[in-house]
């Protein structure tokens, strides 16, 4: 009998393909993208800036910052045929399955969807960078019965993005809360969502598609929804002296905590700190505190009890909903930040590509006669 091959569940460990976008520096526990540790970017950056790293692979100048900004605004709006499609949309439809269905549709509309080659992959890799935040609070707003809110050219990227929600002006708290989370959602590695779109564009596959692919893979709670799940899981407990007995009990249960642990960290998610020092703004400027005291709670009986600790999405949830976002946005806004690393990996891909094959170690019956419709 031949030797059974080696089997990596779930691929972990396996390498898969060369990058030149980011990487996990894991002795000094730092996310690495285009050479710059992200989290430091976050100090003096917007997510414009971070988006044209990842798309063109240097940081931009004031100038190229500036187009770049001004083509987003310019870009913001949807085709008739998206605008319809969320109108038409049941209103119980989950958030992310509306947002994979009117990306796949601005793949029908756009004029150079077919075009794969570089140079049209990113302009419209700008316009769906530019779109997707009027898709997910359109979508919102139609599935309140609501009318959606134009985009407000006056605006940046997470401003206008937090504008569109509810038709007020944000605060800069809140501003720059969600710009710090769009930073630092924006890329890490061959994650699921990532790998989904590289094998998407590795069939020479155009952007809309490979984007549609990787935001399937963010819809599961084990990626990308594990924000919101994260923040249902906090207003089960409700208040902070419920948080450490309701997770031993979780615990005894082997119930899964949402928003806790990381394949590739084992000293802790490098983003956490930058967004939970966000989230410390946010509620002392809304004076809701609740959230951010049951999140240290929880962090602390995860902590003592199993040494784990909570990944980037966990901070992000508690955050998002002390400034009053609505949960089904959470996910859809990941997407909003995500767009730029996917659309740098399809590059990648496709500029040194193979189509991406693997084998498979057949698990099933061995051979069997085929027996007549009448003997069965």
Not at 45 to 67: D, I, K, N, S
Request: proline residues 7%.
């Amino acid at each position: 009998m031949a030797e059974r091959p080696e089997y990596s569940p779930g691929l972990a460990g396996v390498i898969a393909g060369e990058s030149a976008i980011s990487r996990i520096d894991f002795e000094a526990n730092r996310l690495i993208v285009r050479g710059y540790d992200l989290v430091e970017i976050t100090r003096r950056a917007v997510f414009e800036e971070v988006a044209w790293l990842l798309l063109y692979g240097e940081l931009p100048t004031a100038a190229q910052l500036g187009g770049f900004q001004d083509r987003l605004r310019a870009e913001r709006g949807l085709p008739p045929a998206v605008e319809e499609l969320l109108r038409r949309t049941p209103a119980e439809a989950q958030s992310m399955a509306v947002l994979r269905s009117a990306v796949s549709a601005l793949g029908v509309t756009d004029p150079e969807a077919r075009d794969i080659s570089r140079e049209a992959t990113l302009r419209k890799a700008e316009r769906l960078l530019a779109k997707v935040p009027t898709i997910l609070t359109a979508a919102h707003r139609c599935a309140s019965g609501l009318e959606p809110v134009p985009p407000d050219p006056e605006l940046g990227h997470a401003a206008n993005l937090l504008y569109m929600v509810d038709g007020r002006r944000p605060q800069e708290h809140a501003v720059r809360a969600v710009d710090v989370a769009l930073m630092l959602y924006s890329e890490h590695g061959f994650n699921a969502s990532s790998f989904a779109a590289r094998v998407a564009a590795s069939t020479l596959a155009d952007l809309h598609a490979a984007v549609t692919a990787g935001i399937a893979a963010l819809m599961g709670p084990l990626h990308g929804g594990a924000n919101e799940a994260a923040m249902e899981m906090m207003l089960e407990i409700g208040e902070p002296e419920r948080a450490r007995p309701w997770v031993l009990e979780a615990l005894a249960q082997k119930r899964k905590i949402m928003g806790f642990g990381h394949r590739e960290y084992k000293s802790g998610d490098s983003r956490v700190p930058a967004v939970t020092e966000e989230g410390r703004r946010v509620a002392a400027a809304t004076g809701e505190s609740r959230w951010q005291r049951i999140a240290d709670a929880v962090e602390a009986t995860m902590l003592s009890e199993k040494g784990i600790f909570p990944n980037v999405d966990f901070p992000v949830a508690w955050t998002f909903y002390t400034m009053g976002l609505p949960i089904p946005l959470y996910t859809p806004i990941f997407v909003a930040s995500r767009v730029a690393g996917w659309a740098a990996h399809v590059v990648e891909q496709q500029e040194s590509n193979r189509l991406i094959r693997p084998n498979h170690i057949y698990t099933g019956p061995g051979d069997r006669p085929f027996p007549r419709l009448a003997d069965r």
